[in-house]
DNA sequence: AAAATGCTTCAACTTTTCTTGAAGTGTTGA
DNA sequence: TCAACACTTCAAGAAAAGTTGAAGCATTTT
């Protein structure tokens, strides 16, 4: 993963709107969620809603397809997991233990 | 972990300048860096490298220790780790598996 | 004590992001 | 075909975040 890539999900998610859209749609599992269905469970307005799974979904974060005149959004999780592995590269090389990072095992050497 | 702590660590992440300061604290290890270090390091006036270090340090990202007229800072990796957690709560439940979610195994097991 | 160093705070400006109503696109049902 | 529906795009104003030089505070050196 690139720098560039890592900050357009950290800006995705720095929104507490599209943080609770996020959850929603991770909650939702693979079935996801119409946007109009999103709409009223967080209760956005349709406008402002589709300006914030615009952001999630150009980041990667989020899916979209068409589904009749309906619009079904998926979380894509992976990519999440993916980004935590970019910003912990190197965590634990050169020396430096896990133990003093405190950081889960796991994490520095998958 | 509650909705505004990670909001939060989002927030604090996504800024270029606060991401590489973030990633140079991660690589650095537990030694952490001086301010000075960091700032010629990557390149960033003193006064805008504070405003993001505060923003990091608010959000729990790094921790700030005075050395003397020093002022040496060290990334909290496990406080990443575990936003991570909170973005997965669930993602697993009610009879959605990982399998089709995609997500990375143990991740939403824990 | 005075000057230098390291860093932060302040104030002002610039830039970006957010929000909302109005208008637009495509789909479905009467 | 025409109205209703689901959602998006557009435009404009409001709010938030980023950047910079000058000034401030604390520590260290001379």
Known sequence: MDKYTALQVFEALSSGVRLDVFRLLVQAGPEGRVAGDISSALDIPPTNLSFHLKGLAQAGLVTAEQEGRFQRY?????????????????????????????????????
Not at 81 to 106: K, M, Q, R
């Open 74 to 110: 998926r979380a894509n999780i992976a990519l999440m997991v993916d980004t935590i592995g970019f910003l912990t590269e190197n965590c634990c090389g050169e020396g430096v233990s896990c133990e003093l990072t405190g950081v889960a095992e796991g994490v520095c050497k998958p």
